[in-house]
């Protein structure tokens, strides 16, 4: 049987399954094709059309929602499931202006159901069904389960449907768990079908058992809709920028004196010819523009992630972060690999983020232009949480149990544990939370994520009242939008008030190795001082004399569980006291003298296995991220990569290998480590030279009140 209704995980607490169960289901019972028509929601479509990919399952892709004859304060309303024929934009649409419209619930009038849209009504008073067939088109969907009257049958085209909300059978007890969970009887609504995707047979079943005989033309009109569906989620074309960045990049080079120096000519060429081998060259000048646009406002962050790894976004103006002189790596920041757009992060003040997102509304317009949404899904403590209040099992039991689920990847390895089992002997409910581990919950908005297109942005999703697209970060990579993470960084705020106060452009400010700066670092008066106000780095501080740039990435690349657990920052903290240790091999050291032969970067580890172990830059990135996820299977064939004819002889090479595994897997990103340490300079420049100015702005009293802030300055510099 072909199934126009599903609702999946995606309808948020009204649907079961994942994705891939859905469409396992779809196959396992023959059926060609699936409608999937979440309650309100899009969410689900683009999983989907990635669950079937290379399978025999057509997806069809729709909705089901409120309809209303006028847009009144009531909660009354028709349910209708609305199919996407030619051009899914006039479903994304659709779900678009009911958001806008929302009551307690997204709703739309009768008459504004685009044409090219299937309607087919599912539920609602006989007042509603006179109002859906004085439409003069769709289907009345016809279930055995809803009680719709059988002498209606006669006077509609009639679509068969079980609006199926879980896939398989076995999967009952999850969805009536989530239904426990929810409770939306309470909220007035009726909890919709309640069966799983039914084969033929069984579907007719039902209709026999209701008292109503299928008839043949039921699914063949089912048949025609789905013939007619022939649209798909389209891929966004790429953002198209006048400029040209060579020229831009080359004007860079004289702007910051390097014009004439082989080894950043060198540099440029190689980083070019990638970019423009992968076709990034539009989106570099993409993000040059926002962030020249931005500096003319505001304090712009000198960096973020990996980005500082590439010397483009040096001198395009992007970041602040030259990799020639701090030895960061393009390939951290490009993985040669892969074919999807970078990701270039950036700071803003967090109270002018705002101007961020409006400037790009304004420039590349209102309607292609959308926050990306988040998916909240069921980890181990709400799990654990909600299995308890919805079965009735004691709070106290669940709390201790969520207690341990940190210290667990799962639930099943949490329940497989002695104190876990222990803890579910006594209470075997809460092993139904397993049934709800990774289920979405409910969406919202990313913090900074914003997705630009040249086409309408519901031609890949709808949008709700907040303008967020029903689409998180790893739904628009696979529909290849731009999306660009504007992050609010209260530090920007307060360097950018400072200077204002003081009468000076913060982007004069430098670092400059001024000893009454480090000081300032090595007097434990870190209040203020960005990075450096935690616990753990106070007292790592604390135990150096902090006399150069180097030792601020270092201090807050180490100062983090990782490498505090394993003892590498102790050990760095003793190599940098001056206790003698026995340097390792000298291909090593070059890799590693600037942290006394200890891996802290992961560029360092990087550079290790291309340097030494002759690894391309494919396996670089998959060495390096293998790494990251200590993944045996990967690191063992990775292995004998290294091992084979390596230059260090094989006790040493093995011995290296070791230490990378070891303490690669909680390595940091140095480009990161530069261009935040930046940042702690500035705050710790200013709290020096200018205390009385640096004060009032971590207070944000410059902002609140300027006038009193002037006053105070006038007052304390009078009294000395």
């Given at each position: 049987m072909i199934h126009l209704d599903a609702r999946t995980g995606y309808s948020f607490m009204r649907g079961y399954g994942s994705a891939e169960d859905w469409v396992a289901r779809a196959k396992a019972i023959g059926a060609p094709a699936l409608g999937i028509s979440d309650y309100c929601s899009t969410w689900g479509h683009v999983p989907l059309r990635a669950a079937a990919a290379g399978s025999d399952v057509k997806i069809v892709y729709g909705v089901t929602l409120p309809v209303v004859t006028m847009l009144e304060k009531s909660q009354s309303h028709a349910l209708v499931t609305?199919?996407?024929?030619?051009?899914?934009?006039?479903?994304?649409?659709?779900?678009?202006?009911?958001?806008?419209?929302?009551?307690?619930r997204p709703r739309i009038m009768w008459n504004q159901i685009d044409s090219s849209l299937v309607p087919i009504f599912v539920g609602g008073s006989m007042s509603?069904?006179?109002?859906?067939?004085?439409?003069?088109?769709?289907?009345l969907g016809l279930s055995p389960t809803k009680g719709l009257l059988t002498q209606a049958v006669d006077d509609f085209d009639i679509i068969a449907t079980v609006s199926p909300v879980y896939p398989f059978p076995e999967q009952r007890e999850g969805y009536q768990l989530v239904q426990a969970i929810s409770d939306r009887q309470r909220m007035g609504e009726t909890v919709?079908?309640?069966?799983?995707?039914?084969?033929?047979?069984?579907?007719?079943?039902?209709?026999?058992?209701?008292?109503?005989?299928?008839?043949?033309?039921?699914?063949?009109?089912?048949?025609?809709?789905?013939?007619?569906?022939?649209?798909?989620?389209?891929?966004?074309?790429?953002?198209?920028?006048?400029?040209?960045?060579?020229?831009?990049?080359?004007?860079?080079?004289?702007?910051?004196?390097?014009?004439?120096?082989?080894?950043?000519?060198?540099?440029?060429?190689?980083?070019?010819?990638?970019?423009?081998?992968?076709?990034?060259?539009?989106?570099?000048?993409?993000?040059?523009?926002?962030?020249?646009?931005?500096?003319?406002?505001?304090?712009?962050?000198?960096?973020?992630?990996?980005?500082?790894?590439?010397?483009?976004?040096?001198?395009?103006?992007?970041?602040?972060?030259?990799?020639?002189?701090?030895?960061?790596?393009?390939?951290?920041?490009?993985?040669?690999?892969?074919?999807?757009?970078?990701?270039?992060?950036?700071?803003?003040?967090?109270?002018?983020?705002?101007?961020?997102?409006?400037?790009?509304?304004?420039?590349?317009?209102d309607d292609k232009v959308a926050r990306i949404g988040t998916l909240s899904l069921f980890g181990g403590k709400s799990a654990i949480n909600d299995t308890a209040r919805a079965t009735g099992v004691v709070l106290g039991t669940a709390r201790e149990l969520g207690q341990l689920a940190d210290d667990h990847d799962s639930l099943t390895g949490l329940f497989d544990s002695e104190e876990g089992c222990r803890i579910a002997v006594s209470s075997p409910e809460l092993r139904k939370s397993l049934l709800l581990e990774?289920?979405?919950?409910?969406?919202?908005?990313?913090?900074?994520?914003?997705?630009?297109?040249?086409?309408?942005?519901?031609?890949?999703?709808?949008?709700?009242?907040?303008?967020v697209i029903s689409l998180d970060l790893k739904m628009a990579e696979k529909v290849n939008l731009l999306k660009v993470d504007a992050l609010g960084l209260r530090t920007l705020s307060v360097i950018d008030d400072a200077c204002a106060i003081v009468g000076i452009d913060p982007y004069s400010l430098k670092v400059d190795d001024d000893p009454k700066v480090w000081e300032t670092f090595n007097s434990n008066h870190l209040t203020g001082i960005f990075q450096f106000e935690g616990r753990a780095v106070r007292s790592l501080t604390q135990q150096i004399k902090v006399d150069c740039f180097d030792d601020l990435c270092a201090l807050t690349s180490l100062a983090r569980p990782g490498p505090l657990m394993a003892g590498a920052a102790d050990d760095w903290i003793k190599r940098r006291a001056g206790m003698e240790y026995e340097q390792p091999h000298p291909l090593v050291w070059a890799e590693t003298s600037e942290t006394y032969g200890l891996i802290v970067y992961q560029e360092q580890a990087m550079g290790i296995v291309r340097n030494i172990g002759g690894f391309d830059a494919v396996d670089v990135n998959r060495f390096r991220k293998a790494v990251g996820k200590k993944?045996?299977?990967?690191?063992?064939?990775?292995?004998?990569?290294?091992?084979?004819?390596?230059?260090?002889?094989?006790?040493?090479?093995?011995?290296?290998?070791?230490?990378?595994?070891?303490?690669?897997?909680?390595?940091?990103?140095?480009?990161?480590?530069?261009?935040?340490?930046?940042?702690?300079?500035y705050a710790a420049w200013l709290k020096t030279k200018h205390p009385l100015e640096f004060a009032p702005s971590c207070v944000n009293l410059w902002r609140w009140d300027m006038s009193l802030c002037l006053s105070i300055l006038c007052i304390a510099r009078k009294s000395g």
């Open positions: 609305l199919i996407a024929q030619g051009d899914i934009k006039a479903l994304y649409d659709t779900v678009t202006l009911a958001n806008k419209q929302s009551y307690y509603d069904l006179m109002a859906f067939q004085r439409m003069g088109r769709g289907y919709v079908g309640g069966h799983h995707l039914l084969r033929q047979g069984e579907a007719d079943a039902l209709y026999r058992a209701s008292g109503v005989v299928p008839r043949r033309e039921w699914n063949d009109n089912v048949l025609q809709v789905v013939e007619g569906a022939t649209c798909d989620i389209p891929m966004a074309t790429s953002i198209k920028m006048d400029g040209d960045l060579t020229a831009l990049a080359k004007k860079g080079l004289q702007i910051n004196g390097l014009e004439g120096r082989a080894i950043y000519h060198s540099r440029l060429e190689e980083e070019l010819g990638i970019i423009k081998e992968k076709g990034f060259e539009d989106y570099f000048l993409f993000v040059a523009d926002l962030v020249a646009w931005a500096k003319e406002r505001m304090f712009v962050g000198p960096g973020r992630g990996s980005a500082g790894g590439s010397l483009i976004a040096y001198l395009a103006g992007i970041t602040a972060v030259d990799p020639i002189v701090h030895g960061t790596r393009f390939d951290r920041f490009i993985d040669v690999g892969r074919s999807d757009l970078p990701d270039i992060d950036i700071d803003f003040p967090d109270t002018s983020r705002d101007q961020v997102f409006e400037y790009l509304k304004e420039t590349y317009g990774g289920l979405p919950r409910h969406h919202g908005k990313h913090a900074a994520g914003v997705c630009v297109t040249n086409e309408p942005i519901t031609n890949f999703g709808s949008v709700d009242r907040d303008g993944d045996p299977e990967v690191l063992a064939s990775f292995r004998d990569q290294w091992m084979g004819d390596n230059p260090l002889g094989e006790e040493a090479a093995s011995k290296v290998w070791e230490d990378m595994c070891e303490f690669g897997s909680y390595a940091f990103n140095k480009s990161h480590a530069v261009a935040y340490s930046m940042i702690s300079y």
